[in-house]
């Protein structure tokens, strides 16, 4: 990406966080957002097709960096994933009023973004063969084992995520203990983080 457009990038997924964190993602409009950003309208329009679309792609980016480390870290899968779990979990505290009120007890657009986004990461574990399955089931095929696991990991953890949130002072250390206590023994995990 050029760097003209790689600062209106930032210029606007900046903008995007901070509007979100202040009123809700369906009450944003493109107008705002590229006056806050300081861009043109038609430069919103090269970034994203809509306000919601936009702070998906900012918090996507972010989660994709941490997701990137993941991949590249050599240590033990369960000192990775670890690492990487606190590392969400403080993206998610840093824009805690927007997941707050996007994810919706599972009913918003976010909660479908990052379970998406932890979907394509256990798949991308298990791909690389980072992450064993070791889970078989009569008469169903093992991609298809994967992917039900992949997607129930996901959702679990979403979900896990949105009650964690919604706790008066929510910390990581505790989101951590309790994440590893009900992780299933299929995923490396260290349960007493």
Do not use: C, N
């Amino acid at each position: 990406m050029d760097p003209r457009k790689q600062r209106s990038q930032e210029r606007l997924y900046a903008a995007a966080l901070e509007l979100a964190g202040e009123r809700p993602m369906s009450e944003l409009s493109v107008t705002q957002l590229a006056e806050a950003a300081g861009v043109h309208r038609s430069t919103f329009y090269e970034h994203a097709d809509s306000p919601e679309a936009l702070v998906e792609a900012a918090l996507t980016a972010e989660l994709d960096r941490l997701r990137d480390a993941l991949l590249a870290d050599r240590s033990d899968a369960a000192t990775a994933l670890v690492t990487v779990t606190r590392g969400v979990l403080e993206h998610v505290l840093r824009h805690a009023d927007v997941y707050r009120r996007e994810l919706s007890d599972g009913g918003g657009a976010l909660h479908a973004m990052l379970s998406r986004h932890f979907r394509g990461t256990t798949e991308a574990l298990i791909e690389r063969g980072r992450v064993e399955l070791g889970v078989t089931v009569a008469g169903t095929a093992p991609a298809d084992v994967a992917d039900a696991a992949a997607r129930f990991l996901a959702d679990g953890t979403v979900g896990l995520i949105d009650g964690w949130l919604r706790r008066p002072r929510p910390q990581v250390d505790q989101f951590l203990q309790l994440y590893g206590a009900l992780l299933p023994d299929w995923w490396p995990h260290r349960p007493s983080v």
